[in-house]
């Protein structure tokens, strides 16, 4: 069983930066590859990056690239995201999800239905 935190998240104005962070429970989160979500209002959820539990593979969303890295402390159990130059179209809750099986393809990776456990989310709000 693993728990998940996310923190981070507030209102900010465009142009700014963000470290959104996913703290998890439990003695095995190394074991588990990690992705982050976002939902906007009135959208459905949608992939952002995921990293392998290692931390050596990562995926982004293509229309994440650029501006969002995503990151791990195994030793903090912590997952990270960084979010550079926000737009006011990044406004949504960012969700952090932990999943126990080999990483595999992006197509698996990007899919909520792989994933495990799931955060409460943290609300980011861009003002432009």
């Known amino acids: 069983q693993v728990q998940l935190l996310e923190s981070g998240g507030g209102l900010v104005q465009a142009g700014v930066s963000l470290r959104l962070s996913c703290a998890a429970s439990?003695?095995?989160?190394?074991?588990?590859?990690m992705g982050w979500f976002r939902q906007a209002p009135g959208k459905e959820r949608e992939f952002v990056a995921a990293?392998?539990?290692?931390?050596?593979?990562?995926y982004y969303a293509d229309s994440m690239l650029g501006r969002f890295t995503i990151s791990r402390d195994n030793a903090k159990n912590t997952v990270y995201l960084q979010i550079n130059s926000l737009k006011p179209e990044d406004t949504a809750v960012y969700y952090c999800?932990?999943?126990?099986?080999?990483?595999?393809?992006?197509?698996?990776?990007?899919?909520?239905?792989?994933?495990?456990?799931w955060g409460q989310g943290t609300q980011v709000t861009v003002s432009s």
């Open positions: 439990g003695r095995t989160f190394s074991s588990y590859a």
């Open positions: 990293i392998s539990s290692s931390g050596g593979s990562r």
């Open positions: 999800a932990a999943g126990g099986g080999t990483f595999q393809a992006m197509a698996s990776m990007s899919r909520a239905g792989w994933y495990d456990y």
